[in-house]
């Protein structure tokens, strides 16, 4: 099994590829690009790939949802991660002597209020988290940082100048897995998540809502995204508490179809088990990691 996601060995996606393989055998490749990434699942070179989807702190990550509108794919597998931020450095020095730190841009945001105590210091994007590491690594600038998890700074031979700086405590990212549609898919799915666009007609997104309810599905999540080549013009991503073998949700697809210009089932997948954070509310799908 052979599993792409977007960075380097020590990203959080890594990580999230690590705890969706289980006790399988797996192989994992590294993508520069999530478009790059994508392309390689339609070109058969690999088995699945790892999207982050959705932060906790940060919200939808648009640039890799945006890639599904239209793709024939399907979401087998949905995973969550810890977000421990760490400031990485290649040797121990002062906070006063950083002149720049690098990481991913959704990384950087989710560390806002910690950076913005630290004026002095340029904040630079980069392509992904443990890339970031590396590159500070292999600089001969030794007053230049990158923020990452703590593991890829022990997986590169670096030094954390600080650890938790994420400016949310209980940071996690939703990841989901997908595969091409033609591909078998797994018999567990509790979970379904779409892409729809309608008329934009008065009521349309009423309407929709109106047929989950009558048939009495849960949405879990709506999300309004533009639609590149009508400006102003905007399809919804919506995730639904039911597995598409659930008829309620079935007779609502059906009926969808006939309010909607465009519908993508982007899968029906296994839901994933929220971490546990000291101190964060309990509910019924958290689990001790």
Do not use: W
Not at 114 to 142: F, Q, R
Request: net charge negative.
């Amino acid at each position: 099994m052979l599993i792409g996601y977007q960075g380097v060995e020590g990203s959080y996606s890594s990580i999230a590829c690590q705890k969706f393989s289980g006790e399988n055998n797996y192989q994992t490749r590294g993508f520069r690009t999530f478009r790059l990434l994508v392309d390689a699942l339609l070109h058969d070179e690999v088995d699945y790939i790892a999207l982050p989807v959705e932060n906790s702190t940060t919200g939808p990550i648009t640039r890799t949802i945006d890639l599904l509108k239209y793709l024939d794919v399907a979401a087998t597998d949905e995973i969550y991660v810890k977000i421990d931020h760490a400031l990485i450095t290649k040797h121990p020095i002062e906070l006063s002597e950083i002149t720049k730190v690098y990481s991913h841009p959704e990384a950087l945001e989710q560390c806002y209020t910690y950076l913005s105590k630290y004026p002095h210091i340029e904040v630079l994007e980069y392509t992904d988290t443990a890339g970031a590491v590396k590159l500070v690594k292999n600089s001969k600038d030794n007053t230049i940082a990158s923020i990452a998890g703590s593991h890829a700074a022990e997986l590169y031979g670096m030094t954390v100048l600080q650890e938790n700086i994420s400016d949310n405590p209980f940071n996690t990212t939703r990841f989901l897995f997908f595969k091409k549609k033609k591909a078998r898919v797994n018999q567990v799915q509790d979970k379904t998540s779409i892409y729809v666009e309608t008329t934009h007609s008065t009521g349309s997104l009423s309407d929709i809502l109106n047929i989950f309810k009558q048939h009495d599905t849960n949405l879990l999540n709506l999300i309004s995204r533009p639609i590149q080549t009508k400006p102003f013009v905007y399809g919804f991503f919506i995730d639904i508490d039911s597995g598409l073998g659930n008829e309620a949700l079935k007779m609502a697809l059906e009926e969808l179809e006939d309010s909607c210009t465009y519908i993508n089932i982007l899968g029906s997948y296994r839901k994933g088990k929220i971490p546990t954070y000291k101190g964060a509310p309990q509910n019924e799908t958290t689990i001790n990691s």
